[in-house]
């Protein structure tokens, strides 16, 4: 699952990929917003813990669970 987060007054993105589902990342992120929490934990796939400040959101990006296909198409 690629997960991209706007950041408000920063020039770039926090970019990763996760093993939780998107409708795990969307109920953390509404129940972070509903409950005026300080900030969001998502774990990427590798293990890496991201604690992102709910008061800093420009927009969150979850990409699609598909994955991805490598090689050639004739």
Do not use: C, H
């Not at 129940?31 to 890496?48: C, M, N, P, Q, Y």
């Not at 604690?51 to 969150?60: C, E, G, R, S």
């Amino acid at each position: 699952m690629d997960i991209r987060i706007g950041i408000i007054n920063s020039p770039r993105e926090l970019s990763f990929e996760s093993d939780q589902s998107a409708a795990d990342i969307e109920k953390v992120v509404a129940t972070a917003l509903e409950s005026d929490a300080k900030f969001i934990r998502l774990v990427d796939d590798k293990g890496r813990v991201f604690l992102v400040p709910v008061d800093t959101f420009a927009y969150i990006e979850v990409g699609s669970e598909s994955s991805r296909r490598v090689g050639f198409v004739a």
